[in-house]
């Protein structure tokens, strides 16, 4: 595959996303083209990325002055205390803001690297190198940071835009298959709110993406970057359109929280479930278009990706997920804010709602 380079264009900086097989190996290269060849590196790499991979970025970051700092990439470390670890161990190796602090991981490892950047003597450069499938086409693009607290995920965090992303397919292939439906989970979801062809090319193609067949996952990511580099582009800081990023998010976030961020629901199957919650929701209070529905049901369910809440949850557990929904960022209220769906490529934002109205429907998923 060649390399394709995604420009990003925000407000205040600009910076390219960069997508080819065995990349890594030339990013020496990239790091003299963006004039950062010059500082000192501070490398925060998850621990489940390969050695192999980690050693042949290394090698190609020939300046010897560099730090490596391993993370634990669990959503129970995904918290200021991990931020706090990178933040004194770069102080005291007297990091300057001119130098480069460098996220190798998914999207755990992105977000708190990327808010350490932010934080760090009010900003530092950030490289984002994303190794799942996940990270790739979704938390890599559009400058989000956050850690999660006791009260819910990415309660605090910032706006950080990178200097660079590197995407490099080669880290693909060391996925299993849960990592892999976690990130197609975020490339159906850009498909459903933004382009009916793409959806329709990954109902035809599923099977190749989720297999890792190029070139089928290539497009896939390449697609999937492009309505997400449109969305932030017209929305960088989630006042309008970027909210429809949330499809299907503010149940899954809630999800994940009630039960307490654990290996039982990685993010990406808790954003299945999300957005077959949101679809039947829509459904119920007559909003989408029925052919479409039907056909995005059918496309889980063949799919074999997560589709029963009742494997995870319990009647009991329904009051603890709503009251992790109303306390979801995106609401101004004690209402549930949802983004739901009319048709392919018309999601409706800014649909707020009563608990009253929640409670029924979720234990009537749960039952059903």
Known sequence: MKVIKLN???????????????????????????NLNKSKFFLVIDKNVPRNMIKILINSIKKKDKTIHYFDAKEKNKVQ???????????????????????????????????????????????NIPTTLLSQVDSSIGGKTGVNTKNGKNLIGTFY????????????????????????AEILKHSIIANKKFYSYLDKNVNEVLNIKSPYIEK?????????????????????????????????HAYEATLKYSAKLNHGEA????????????YRKKLVNKV??????????????????AKYFILKDVNKIISFMINDKKNKSNKI???LLKKIGH??????????NLIPFLRNELIY
């Open 81 to 127: 205390k991990s931020v706090n670890k990178i933040l004194d161990s770069m102080l005291k190796k007297n990091f300057s803001r001119n130098d480069c602090l460098i996220a190798v991981g998914g999207g755990i490892t992105g977000d708190i690297t990327a808010f350490a950047a932010s934080l760090f003597k009010r900003g530092i450069n950030f490289i």
């Open 161 to 184: 835009q990178p200097k660079i992303v590197i995407s490099d397919t080669n880290f693909l292939k060391t996925l299993n298959k849960r990592e892999i439906i976690c990130g197609y």
């Open 8 to 34: 990003i264009k925000q407000k205040n900086k600009n910076y390219p996303i960069i997508i080819g097989s065995n990349i890594i190996s030339k990013f020496s290269n990239y790091l003299k083209k963006y």
């Open 347 to 356: 999601p409706i934002i800014n649909k707020n709602f009563d608990k009253k």
């Open 220 to 252: 896939s990511i390449f697609e999937s970057c492009k309505i997400k580099k449109s969305i932030v582009e017209k929305d960088e800081n989630e006042i309008g359109l970027r909210k429809t990023l949330n499809f299907g998010h503010t149940f899954a």
């Open 271 to 282: 954003v299945i479930l999300g957005i077959k919650s949101a679809l039947n929701f829509s």
């Open 292 to 309: 479409d529905y039907l056909k995005i049901i059918k496309h889980i369910e063949k799919s074999h990706l997560p589709n029963k809440l």
């Open 337 to 339: 804010n949802l983004i």
